[in-house]
T-cell receptor, first 119, second 114 residues
């Protein structure tokens, strides 16, 4: 069964601290995609990154970095030198791309981690 | 390029009524998906439409239905509203549909059922 687990419900940090958001997934497909989305108070989900199951290279984009490890089924997200504007709910999501699932946009979301960054 | 738009943004209904929510995807996008977000259940997939055809459906009762028009705009309908239908309904669009796609989300419609 497909599932995404974000064990951290809420994290509070002080500005400039580094913070890592954990994501663990379950899937039987060998081909799948993992995503991170940010949901600010306005409610709109903002795409951050997509990673396919064959690409385990870590990625860095400015203060954001992602660590994908198939061996532990994890796709963790780190914010370096956090800022108040990073305060939001962050969702990890899975999209399966097996023979049956390929032609669908369906995303399976984790429960989200609320990040609060205090000045 | 304009983003995904959803109307109305806020809606208050009473139990037993029905409601229709609208979503206009990004110009050129042909796939539209709907999600329900509640504090208890989180973000759950409702259904997906591509070229006016429902391509995938989540585990929701038949009271939830949708459709897509030839211009890719989509509507979802909930009949016989229940208190538990109170939620933020999010619409997302992508260019061609498919698990690899980046989906662009709208601001959502917040439905309150009294």
């Amino acid at each position: 069964a497909q599932k995404v687990t974000q064990a951290q419900t809420e994290i509070s940090v002080v500005e400039k601290e580094d913070v890592t958001l954990d994501c663990v997934y379950e899937t039987r497909d060998t081909t799948y995609y993992l995503f991170w989305y940010k949901q600010p108070p306005s409610g709109e989900l903002v795409f951050l990154i997509r990673r396919n199951s064959f690409d385990e290279q870590n990625e860095i984009s400015g203060r954001y970095s992602w660590n994908f490890q198939k061996s532990t089924s994890s796709f963790n997200f780190t914010i370096t030198a956090s800022q108040v504007v990073d305060s939001a709910v962050y969702f990890c999501a899975l999209s399966e791309a097996g023979l049956i699932s390929y032609n669908t946009d369906k995303l399976i979301f984790g429960t989200g981690t609320r990040l609060q960054v205090f000045p | 390029k304009a983003g995904v738009t959803q109307t109305p943004r806020y809606l208050i209904k009473t139990r037993g009524q029905q409601v229709t929510l609208s979503c206009s995807p990004i110009s050129g996008h042909r796939s539209v998906s709907w999600y329900q977000q509640t504090p208890g259940q989180g973000l759950q997939f409702l259904f997906e439409y591509f070229s006016e055809t429902q391509r995938n459906k989540g585990n929701f009762p038949g009271r939830f239905s949708g459709r897509q028009f030839s211009n890719s705009r989509s509507e979802m309908n909930v009949s016989t509203l229940e208190l538990g239908d109170s939620a933020l309904y999010l619409c997302a669009s992508s260019s061609t549909g498919g698990s690899y796609n980046e989906q662009f989300f709208g601001p959502g419609t917040r439905l309150t059922v009294l």
